[in-house]
């Protein structure tokens, strides 16, 4: 069985580095953030400050942009284009398949994603000489966060067409990214039902800013060990409850 | 007894509802394949082939009814564990060669790493595909892209092959090959349950056929059992002199020469005439046949002759 996965990670991310959006993505945001980093406006602290937000937020934009187009259109591609048959008539389950699917594409975004983060890294370096640990880990974070947008991606893409995938994925990022501000002010000026409603659909929303820890890069904060493990666990649990939904959803799809 | 089946489904029956109509696609399907057999899967366009086939893979769910591949209910994935499928149409990612597509199927077939090599030689070979297979699958024809359909079938090493017209849109030549293909792969001892428009490569080299119309299966048997005698016979002569052969041509549909043997046809009415016309002047003959049916008129004649309010329309 993991012969059977590792092949179809295989085919998924092969056919995703294929794809032209990622290509653009990520030389777009290697540019933005080479930019950034060598055209020299500002005092050495400001500048490094720059090159820190500009990077973190061209890694999520590139990452999370490229995640929703790859992985909205993939099944539906698939069954479209017939290419899912020879696979589906393996004695493997669909769960298998749509796992790997995911998989694949992610690691495409991940490659790209990486990319980016060495020359980020790179530059930090050339500037102070130094990488500090937070900006490693505001970077995994970041991964993590793409990795849920994608499981969400995924999960939508068992139910709606690729456009309405990916209209309703970045709905959904930008609701969960406004959440912690928006949504609980709602919630504080409503009573009763509007109230409940509100609430349930914030703590439904993936709270998205969790993930992010560019604040704390670009101003030298830190951030607690364990409040760090908590963002970790509940993204690691939101993204496996997208991809298990979508597994008992296409499962029992016909195709 | 039901270990003896490689394909077996009760009443299977498929129903796609929509909110303006009710379509039924396949309606109480009930077919028994033995494992070795080579079964002909025939009907025209819509009639039910390929949803019969999608629900033995278990790509759709069967409205009622149940399926099982070797004993196993086709739900579940393992019952798929002997099953090589070639669709209809195959599409495959147009950036793979054949021989990579066809590893990463050894992978999903299961078959272990250190006999992938081989496995996918043997079936590039057995397909006919192993001279092309290191070209793109996006830069080969439909004919090609076929042959590499029935490799990725084959490459697990299948004991059942589900083939959805694996000779459409091949051209005279790779048809034959797609036909010398299959009769090897039945000699060897595959069960073959081949999905077909072509009735004469059905019966040719099939075991039994199975006649789906409108979603019924209105005939199952072997193409002996679903031919019947028809009213024209073959007779083959010898020393056949002119006055013969001018007498026969009178009485008989057709009459031509195969070397010193004359072969004429006729019908029932005139069969005696024509023997009693050798008799009468020496001529021997060799040979005396009643013809049977072809297998496309024995189709059309059970599909004609099925009520135009068939029960499915009726379930419909």
């Known amino acids: 069985m993991l012969r059977a996965f590792i092949a179809l990670v295989k085919l998924s991310f092969l056919e995703a580095v294929r794809r032209q959006v990622l290509h653009v993505m990520v030389l777009l945001s290697l540019v933005v953030i080479g930019v950034a980093g060598t055209v020299s406006f500002f005092d050495l602290g400001v500048q490094v400050k720059i090159v820190k937000d500009t990077?973190?937020?061209?890694?999520?934009?590139?990452?999370?942009?490229?995640?929703?187009?790859?992985?909205?259109?993939?099944l539906f591609h698939d069954v479209e284009q017939r290419l899912v048959y020879p696979v589906l008539a393996r004695p493997i389950p669909r769960g298998l398949y749509l796992f790997a699917r995911y998989t694949g594409a992610l690691s495409a975004v991940y490659v790209g994603m990486t990319l980016m983060a060495l020359t980020l890294l790179l530059l930090l370096w050339i500037h102070l000489r130094y990488v500090s640990g937070l900006a490693v880990v505001a970077i995994a974070f970041t991964y993590l966060e793409v990795a849920l947008v994608g499981a969400l991606a995924m999960l939508l893409s068992t139910f709606f067409t690729p456009a309405m995938t990916a209209t309703l994925t970045l709905f959904l990022y930008l609701l969960g990214s406004l959440k912690m501000g928006y949504l609980q002010h709602l919630a504080e000026r409503n009573t009763g039902i509007a109230k409940w409603a509100i609430t349930t659909i914030s703590a439904a929303l993936p709270n998205m800013e969790a993930f992010r820890f560019k604040d704390a890069l670009v101003h030298d904060l830190t951030v607690p060990a364990n409040y760090l493990l908590l963002v970790a666990i509940y993204g690691i649990c939101y993204t496996a409850t997208c991809v298990a939904i979508s597994i008992w959803n296409f499962g029992r799809r016909e195709v | 007894m039901q270990a003896h089946w490689a394909i077996r489904t009760e009443r299977l029956t498929k129903v796609y509802t929509s909110r303006k109509q009710t379509h039924t696609a396949v309606y109480d399907l009930s077919l028994h394949i033995a494992?070795?057999?080579?079964?002909?899967?025939?009907?025209?366009?819509?009639?039910?082939?390929?949803?019969?086939?999608?629900?033995?893979?278990?790509?759709?769910?069967?409205?009622?009814?149940?399926?099982?591949?070797?004993?196993?209910?086709?739900?579940?994935?393992?019952?798929?564990?002997?099953?090589?499928?070639?669709?209809?149409?195959?599409?495959?990612?147009?950036?793979?060669?054949?021989?990579?597509l066809l590893s990463a199927h050894a992978a999903l077939a299961g078959v272990p790493a250190r006999d992938t090599t081989h496995r996918v030689e043997v079936a590039l070979e057995l397909a006919r595909a192993d001279a092309f297979a290191h070209r793109p699958i996006g830069k080969l024809s439909k004919g090609m892209t076929q042959r590499v359909a029935l490799a990725q079938a084959l490459v697990g090493d299948p004991q059942l092959l589900i083939l959805d017209e694996p000779a459409s849109g091949l051209d005279p030549v790779s048809r034959v090959e797609m036909r010398n293909v299959l009769q090897a792969l039945k000699e060897h001892g595959k069960t073959i349950f081949l999905s077909s428009h072509h009735l004469g490569e059905v019966e040719r080299i099939c075991d039994r056929v199975a006649i789906i119309h409108r979603g019924r299966l209105l005939a199952f048997g072997t193409p002996q059992e679903l031919t019947q005698p028809t009213d024209r016979y073959v007779l083959i002569a010898e020393n056949v002199d002119s006055k013969a052969e001018k007498a026969l041509r009178s009485c008989c549909e057709q009459v031509r020469w195969e070397g010193v043997q004359l072969v004429a046809f006729t019908n029932s009415a005139r069969v005696y005439d024509s023997i009693q016309i050798l008799r009468e002047t020496n001529a021997r003959l060799v040979c005396l046949n009643q013809q049977r049916e072809t297998l496309e008129e024995a189709y059309l004649r059970i599909v004609q002759s099925t009520p135009a309010a068939s029960p499915v329309e009726k379930a419909a």
């Open chain 1, 55 to 74: 990077g973190m937020v061209m890694i999520l934009l590139a990452g999370s942009l490229s995640v929703v187009f790859l992985i909205s259109g993939a």
């Open chain 2, 35 to 100: 494992d070795g057999e080579t079964v002909g899967f025939i009907g025209a366009n819509g009639a039910g082939k390929t949803t019969t086939i999608k629900m033995l893979l278990h790509f759709i769910t069967p409205t009622q009814g149940r399926a099982w591949l070797y004993d196993i209910p086709c739900e579940q994935p393992r019952a798929r564990q002997k099953v090589g499928y070639m669709p209809e149409q195959p599409y495959f990612p147009r950036y793979l060669t054949p021989r990579e």
